[in-house]
């Protein structure tokens, strides 16, 4: 691994645009989700199982980021981290963040909405990984190129993995990262609420989406 110090400032904006763009996604979504429901209404089979199945893609996204940053853990700004889940992908807290988009999405009944709050986050996602893609180019040149050049930006190629035999965890980063990831278990209620009115007809339903 290689170790520079770098210019925190610059990586950190990014981060900020991200949020940012990822909350006017998500209020935008969960907005047409006012307006529409499932096919087959809100007590449907299909709605039952498209919430069944997103469930288990919110709990995989919080495990599956809560395991990437055992790895991470801090050192985005100061190494390439280059074992574990970042073997075979350079963002894989992102893909997880992706399975967990779908999972939010999930809960309003329709696999419409689900994948429309997953090509949100990717489109967010694509946008500024190419800004922090920058940042890493620029700070840490050949070593990085080479890097980028042999694992996939998004998704995984499992022949690449490797491991350490020893991590060096930082507890308040791992803690931080499951904190962020029970957010998702938000969306639960959320959509419960939205059922709930447009049950008792307090939300207008203008689209029925599978």
Not at 47 to 76: F, M, N, P, Q, T
Not at 137 to 149: I, N, P, V
Request: glycine share 10%; with cysteine; proline share 4%.
């Amino acid at each position: 691994m290689t170790t520079l110090t770098p210019t925190p400032l610059s990586l950190g904006a990014v981060q900020k645009i991200r949020k940012a763009a990822v909350l006017i996604g998500l209020v935008s979504l969960v907005g047409l989700s006012l307006v529409s429901q499932s096919i087959g209404g809100v007590d449907g089979q299909w709605h039952e199982d498209v919430e069944g199945v997103g469930l288990a893609a919110i709990v995989l996204a919080i495990v599956g980021r809560a395991w990437c940053s055992l790895y991470i853990g801090g050192r985005k700004k100061s190494e390439i981290v280059d074992r574990g889940p970042y073997s075979i992908s350079r963002n894989p807290l992102y893909v997880f963040s992706f399975i967990g988009a779908f999972g939010i999405g999930a809960q309003s009944g329709s696999v419409t909405i689900a994948l429309l709050f997953v090509l949100v986050a990717m489109l967010v996602f694509s946008l500024t990984v190419g800004r922090e893609e920058a940042f890493l180019e620029r700070e840490f040149g050949s070593a990085y190129l080479t890097y980028k050049a042999r694992t996939p930006r998004f998704w995984p190629r499992f022949g690449l993995w490797r491991d350490e035999d020893q991590l060096t965890i930082r507890p308040s980063l791992f803690l931080l990262t499951i904190r962020d990831g029970l957010v998702f278990l938000f969306a639960i209620p959320l959509f419960e609420v939205i059922d709930m009115g447009q049950a008792a007809h307090w939300l207008r339903v203008v689209a029925y989406l599978p």
